[in-house]
């Protein structure tokens, strides 16, 4: 059974940082891809970094330069840093996992609240 367990959301002030961590259990993480995505109430939920087993990474357009996707296979985790974050950055954030293979990630974590707000 495939776990992801998200953790580091909170407050923070517009301008600082925070690092999400997803641990990872019941899939061989070496050959997972990983992502984060983020939700709004009301909106679909937005892919923002991406991570795969290849080492290959990608960023949406709007925090590219801000956020960094990192990945420790030693220890199944994916982390989130975020630098300079602003407002619209606020949203529940979800790890997600999908075997290299797979087109679409299929499995997801239960969430993490991030709120930027002075």
């Known amino acids: 059974q495939v776990q992801l367990v998200e953790s580091g959301g909170g407050l923070v002030q517009p301008g600082g940082s925070l690092t999400l961590s997803c641990a990872a259990s019941?899939?061989?993480?070496?050959?997972?891809?990983m992502g984060w995505y983020r939700q709004v109430p009301g909106k679909q939920r937005e892919a923002v970094a991406t991570?795969?087993?290849?080492?290959?990474?990608s960023y949406a357009d709007s925090v590219k330069g801000r956020f960094t996707i990192s990945r420790n296979n030693a220890v199944n985790t994916v982390y989130l840093r975020m630098n300079s974050l602003k407002p619209e950055d606020t949203a529940v954030y979800y790890c997600?996992?999908?075997?290299?293979?797979?087109?679409?990630?299929?499995?997801w974590g239960q969430g993490t609240q991030v709120t930027v707000s002075s």
């Open positions: 997600a996992a999908k075997e290299s293979w797979k087109a679409r990630y299929v499995y």
């Open positions: 019941g899939i061989m993480f070496g050959n997972t891809d």
């Open positions: 991570h795969t087993s290849a080492r290959t990474t």
